[in-house]
T-cell receptor, first 115, second 113 residues
């Protein structure tokens, strides 16, 4: 079955450490996205990529970095510069064109806790 | 900038009650509108969508109508079930420029037997 796989599901980090969250999709989607979800808040866009080797900052990109070297992969690094990294991180993908252009498919999420 | 405003939760209903979750938006142009649902510990799933004014999206007994005059996209269901308990997110996607979704803060629905 096609879908988005995020790993790890749970991650604990000490302050000052960088961590990388994995996101892999086998849907052949061109666009991929990272969102952050905090309790009682909506999803906020961190980074997105419309095509391989290209990505743009979202609304809360500070303290995060991404790469898009392959179509199916869009890893997110949470750096030590991110002041409040404890959150639930969601990866999504979509096709920019066609009838399904508006629909995002989400992974199951990764919960990061900073100790 | 773009924004989506949802009614605060939690919304607590008895089984078979009527559900309305309000959603209003601010955006330029003619955005597409969506409702997503999130079950505990999971990612979001698309519930329904509408791409132009007066369109009605529907799925699994849920409905929402794109009202451009009131910039609203309220979610309704005639008879909720315990299995509908989840967090519901309203979202918009611009028709030009940045195509990533902008989400509301979510509304938690709790349905009691």
């Amino acid at each position: 079955d096609g879908g988005i796989t995020q790993s790890p599901k749970y991650l604990f980090r000490k302050e000052g450490q960088n961590v990388t969250l994995s996101c892999e999709q086998n849907l052949n989607h061109d666009a991929m996205y990272w969102y952050r979800q905090d309790p009682g808040q909506g999803l906020r866009l961190i980074y997105y990529s419309q095509i391989v080797n290209d990505f743009q900052k979202g609304d809360i990109a500070e303290g995060y970095s991404v790469s898009r070297e392959k179509k199916e992969s869009f890893p997110l690094t949470v750096t030590s510069a991110q002041k409040n990294p404890t959150a639930f991180y969601l990866c999504a993908s979509s096709n920019p064109g066609g009838s399904g252009a508006n629909v995002l498919t989400f992974g199951a999420g990764s919960r990061l806790t900073v100790l | 900038g773009d924004s989506v405003t949802q009614m605060e939760g939690p919304v607590t209903l008895s089984e078979e009650a009527f559900l309305t979750i309000n959603c209003t938006y601010t955006a330029t142009g003619y955005p597409s509108l969506f409702w997503y649902v999130q079950y505990p510990g999971e990612g979001l799933q698309l519930l329904l969508k509408a791409t132009k004014a007066d369109d009605k999206g529907s799925n699994k007994g849920f409905e929402a109508t794109y009202r451009k005059e009131t910039t609203s996209f309220h979610l309704e269901k005639g008879s909720v079930q315990v299995s509908d308990s989840a967090v519901y997110f309203c979202a918009l996607r611009r028709d030009t420029g940045r195509r990533a979704l902008t989400f509301g803060s979510g509304t938690r629905l709790q349905v009691q037997p």
